[in-house]
């Protein structure tokens, strides 16, 4: 017998749905703006310790790009100097300088199918959480890809 109904298709989500997602279940955001056609939030985040606070922009400019994620750069803790890893670079954004952030690799693991809160959010908290741990031991504990799809031979933590 034939199912009667047909299956569902996901659809792209549209920015103001994404929007109502991450209004409703995120609290700490700093700046909202007002477009239907993007995304522009900075968010409070604190650390799993509540020792440190983070700032977090989002920003996802049309349905079919993809979300950019990015830190705060001040006063973050740097372990002896190098350079942080699982990050795409430098970005200055209305005169202050962000980190930009990898939080996950677009073309494995996003589509503008997903649900901003449910997926780029939770990564960058992820990122934060190894991002800490990198700071005091010097070791990446995260996904082991660099942003550019390199396989990272040391990625284990533990």
Not at 13 to 23: A, G, R, V
Not at 45 to 62: H, P, V
Not at 64 to 84: A, S
Request: some cysteine; glycine content about 4%; hydrophobic content about 35%.
């Amino acid at each position: 017998m034939a199912n009667k109904f047909p299956k569902s298709k996901k659809v792209n989500i549209p920015i103001p749905i994404q929007k109502y997602y991450l209004l409703t279940r995120y609290k700490n955001i700093l700046i909202k703006d007002n477009s239907t056609r993007k995304i522009d939030m900075d968010f409070l985040i604190k650390s799993s310790l509540g020792t440190s606070e983070y700032i977090i922009k989002i920003k996802y400019d049309t349905i079919y790009d993809i979300p950019r994620v990015f830190l705060l750069n001040e006063n973050l803790p740097i372990y002896q100097n190098e350079k942080i890893p699982h990050i795409y670079g430098y970005k200055k954004i209305n005169g202050k300088d962000y980190v930009r952030l990898c939080t996950f690799l677009p073309k494995e693991d996003w589509n503008n199918k997903l649900i901003i809160a449910n997926t780029v959010f939770l990564w960058t908290i992820e990122w934060i959480y190894f991002f800490e741990i990198w700071s005091v031991s010097g070791k990446w504990c995260g996904r082991r890809h660099t942003p550019f799809g390199k396989r990272n031979k040391n990625w284990k933590c533990w």
